[in-house]
């Protein structure tokens, strides 16, 4: 094999007439002449000139879209517009015909609905090539971001009996003949049959047992794929997506809230500066999108400077309560514009208040802490007024919750007697209050939805478009 050079290392070299192969995927091909040849490295395509006087007819019949080339030939300045350099090949392989009469990609402007048909083919667009390197970027600097600091990461269980946020969203986790489930004699599943002998479910969180880890390696951060059943129709929510949830010990709420806006910095200014050529795309893309929009719904700021704007301002920090009290007094709230108004203290928050508070009110990303306990996870640590607990969520512009996390009950009396009040079975989770009893300390830690960070700095609108092959209800294609 020839050595091939990538197509965004040979735009970048600045080198010209030397001899170079290159090999990837047709995205047009012009006039018997020119090809624009894409190989996934770079948004760039590399124009290929082809003296097609001299190249076999039938070579040329098969230079279609789609098709996979290995392309050798002289790298030229170029003489043409849009593009500082040329391939004049010399000799032009087929490595995969693609029939033009049958790809379902033809080179023209497609629905992003309909891509997400034929989500097998979408990579090879501009707009998913920019997106699934944004999202490669983005999860390195997540790693990075945690090595840098000392943090550990723990690979927590995607099979486990406990249903983390208590929300009975889970996934059941079982090797029976569905059309012939063992019972006990009072007619209930028996689960002692089951591969696990007992009851389990995909994860919905690793947070329990990062919080296990945190208890000795003191700062861990898991990774990784989490599954919910919720029959969420919406375009911010999956049933599969990715979680990133960093467990501290010796942290309380402003430290955990500290470094998920330290965290969230970091990752946008790293996608910015290795991911440049891609979001200007992504940038011109949304600009687009949004000329077929009326005026009034047009963002104010381009995605660039939405992600510049979010890296040079304080993130505003507020409690539950207060932010109750700007909504109330609202103009959406006293117009009885908001689908669900705000009447009273203790009502959860939907995505049209949130929305409110960071598009309209703040016109920033904001971190709300202290939420009433009846509307947060048992695990929360109770304040002392008896009614909030040390939770905080991060709301972002376009998406509404980003973050959801708190300060843990380190207090095993308090936590035991929250569960007792919600049911939660204290047996089930005996290894978690273990922690309790032996060396408890104060910890906080949070969760960061991945798909939902991808959602922010690529501009796009949909869930179901960030994610290679979304799962969501009725759909588990490829
Ligand atoms: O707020 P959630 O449910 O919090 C937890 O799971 C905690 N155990 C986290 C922790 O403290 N360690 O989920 C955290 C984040 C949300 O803020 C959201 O960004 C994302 O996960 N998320 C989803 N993303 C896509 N699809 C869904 N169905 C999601 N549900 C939550
Ligand atoms: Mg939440």
């Known amino acids: 094999m020839s050595t091939r050079t990538k197509i965004k290392a040979l735009l970048e070299s600045g080198e010209v007439d030397i001899d170079v192969t290159v090999k990837g995927w047709v995205r047009t091909f012009r006039n018997n002449q020119f090809i624009a040849l894409n190989d996934g490295s770079t948004n760039n395509n590399l124009q290929i000139v082809v003296d097609f006087e001299n190249t076999d007819p039938a070579i040329l019949k098969r230079i279609t879209t789609g098709a996979a080339l ?20 010399t000799s032009i392989e087929i490595l995969g015909d693609s029939d033009p009469e049958k790809y379902p990609l033809q080179p023209k402007k497609h629905s992003l609905e309909f891509l997400r048909e034929i989500a097998h083919l979408r990579f090879r667009t501009n707009t998913f090539g920019a997106i699934f390197r944004v999202r490669n970027t983005l999860s390195f600097a997540i790693h990075t971001f945690f090595q840098e600091r000392g943090f550990v990461y723990l690979h927590t269980p995607v099979i486990t009996q406990s249903d983390a946020e208590g929300a009975g969203e889970a996934f059941h986790v079982t090797n029976f003949d569905l059309a012939n489930v063992p019972r006990t004699d009072t007619g209930e599943v028996d689960y002692k049959q089951d591969f696990f002998g007992k009851s389990t479910n995909l994860t919905v969180s690793g947070q329990l047992e990062g919080e296990l880890g945190a208890m000795a390696l003191s700062d861990i951060y898991t990774f990784g794929p989490t599954f919910r059943a919720e029959n969420s129709n919406t375009t911010r929510h999956l049933a599969e997506f990715w979680m990133i949830e960093p467990e501290m010990a010796f942290y309380d709420l402003k430290d955990n809230a500290d470094l998920a806006e330290d965290l969230l910095k970091y990752v946008i200014r790293y996608a910015l500066d290795k991911n440049k050529d891609d979001i200007e795309f992504l940038t011109q893309r949304l600009l687009e999108e949004e000329k077929q929009k009326p005026q009034n719904e047009r963002s104010e700021l381009t995605l660039l400077e939405k992600l510049q704007f979010c890296l040079d301002n304080d993130f505003e920090r507020l409690t539950y309560t207060e932010a109750i009290e700007i909504l ?26 949130e929305r409110y508070l960071v598009e309209k009110h703040f016109k920033k990303p904001v971190i709300l802490t202290d939420y009433p306990k009846e509307i947060k996870s048992f695990y929360m640590r109770q304040n002392d007024d008896g009614k909030t ?36 079975p204290k047996d089930e989770l005996w290894w978690y209050l273990d922690t309790r009893r032996f060396g408890g ?10 798909e939902r960070l991808v959602l922010f700095v690529t501009g796009m609108g949909n869930i179901r478009d960030v994610i290679p092959f979304p799962r969501f209800p009725k759909n588990a294609e490829f």
């Not at 007094?329 to 009502?347: A, D, H, M, R, V």
């Open 389 to 424: 607990v040390a939770a905080m969520d991060i709301l972002f512009p376009g998406i509404g919750e980003i973050v959801g996390g708190s300060q843990r009950e380190e207090r095993l009396d308090k936590l035991e007697q929250r569960m007792d009040e919600i049911g939660i």
């Open 441 to 450: 300390c104060p910890h906080a830690g949070f969760g960061l939805g991945f």
């Open 328 to 353: 109330k007094e609202s103009t959406p709230n006293k117009k009885k514009k908001f689908q669900y108004l705000i009447e009273g203290w203790g009502t959860d928050l939907q995505s049209e208040h």
């Open 70 to 89: 290995s392309v050798s030939g002289r790298l030229v300045a170029s003489l043409g517009k849009g593009q500082s350099v040329d391939v004049k090949a």
